[in-house]
């Protein structure tokens, strides 16, 4: 079993940053892609970025791309989402994700989920 918790966020002014943090509780999981998704209020889970075991290969939505970082530290079995730049459109829920073979961005490549963090952002 993979437990993932995400922290990091918080209240922020536009054009500000946040860096979330998901740690993974088992060693394994430096074996798995992982993903952030984000979900607002009304709205579906969507992908934000994703990031491959060995931290090689990255990939980010459009809508976020040149604004947020994807990393990881294996070491420490955490994933990290810099986001810089930020609009009131990015304000959701935002979760990590992990258990792909490989990048993905659809929610159903990924076995576990973390509880998300509310990532806010005023104008």
């Known amino acids: 079993q993979v437990h993932l918790v995400e922290s990091g966020g918080g209240l922020v002014q536009a054009g500000g940053s946040l860096r979330l943090s998901c740690a993974a509780s088992i060693r394994s999981f430096s074996s798995y892609a992982v993903g952030w998704f984000r979900q607002a209020p009304g709205k579906e889970r969507e992908f934000v970025a994703a990031?491959?075991?060995?931290?090689?290969?990255?990939d980010y939505s459009d809508s976020v791309k040149g604004r947020f970082t994807i990393s990881r530290d294996n070491a420490n079995n955490t994933v990290y989402l810099q986001m810089n730049s930020l609009k009131p459109e990015d304000t959701a829920v935002y979760y990590c994700?992990?258990?792909?073979?490989?990048?993905?961005?659809?929610?159903?490549?990924?076995?576990?989920w973390g509880q998300g963090t509310q990532v806010t952002v005023s104008s």
């Open positions: 994700a992990a258990g792909a073979f490989k990048i993905a961005t659809t929610t159903g490549e990924y076995d576990y």
């Open positions: 990031i491959s075991w060995s931290g090689g290969n990255t």
